[in-house]
């Protein structure tokens, strides 16, 4: 069994412009809101849920990513709707989400 019930990683890779990253698309926002959600949502720690930054995934092109865990599900997101969708469907639920997954 795992440690975690999901473990979800954000890339939030650095780059210098013009290069597309996900850091430059709010990812370290993004980890931050989502990993505050899950911890409000009372599912922090083991057993439950971790949120990590990551570095490179290597989908820049894709990017925003994040990827989920132990369904190595990826997605894309623009916006905290996006993440709420996330969280509540597929970190909680574990429903993907088809039309964030890339």
Same mark, same amino acid.
């Given at each position: 069994m795992? *440690? *975690?019930?999901?473990h979800?990683?954000? +890339?939030c890779n650095?780059?210098?412009?013009p290069?597309?990253? +996900?850091?430059n698309a709010?990812? /370290?926002?993004?980890q931050?809101y989502?990993k505050?959600?899950v911890?409000?949502l009372? &599912?922090? =720690?083991? =057993?439950e /849920?971790?949120?990590?930054k990551?570095? +490179? &995934? #290597?989908? +820049?092109?894709e =990017?925003?990513?994040?990827?989920? *865990?132990?369904?190595?599900?990826?997605y894309? *997101?623009?916006?905290? #709707? #996006?993440?709420d969708?996330?969280? #509540?469907?597929h970190? /909680?639920?574990?429903?993907i /989400?088809e039309? &964030?997954?890339?």
């Amino acid at each position: 069994m795992s *440690y *975690y019930r999901r473990h979800v990683f954000f +890339c939030c890779n650095q780059r210098e412009a013009p290069e597309k990253c +996900c850091a430059n698309a709010g990812a /370290v926002e993004m980890q931050k809101y989502a990993k505050d959600r899950v911890k409000a949502l009372g &599912l922090r =720690g083991k =057993g439950e /849920v971790r949120i990590n930054k990551a570095g +490179c &995934l #290597d989908r +820049c092109e894709e =990017g925003p990513v994040i990827v989920v *865990y132990p369904e190595a599900v990826w997605y894309t *997101y623009v916006d905290r #709707d #996006d993440i709420d969708e996330i969280v #509540d469907r597929h970190v /909680v639920n574990g429903e993907i /989400v088809e039309r &964030l997954r890339i």
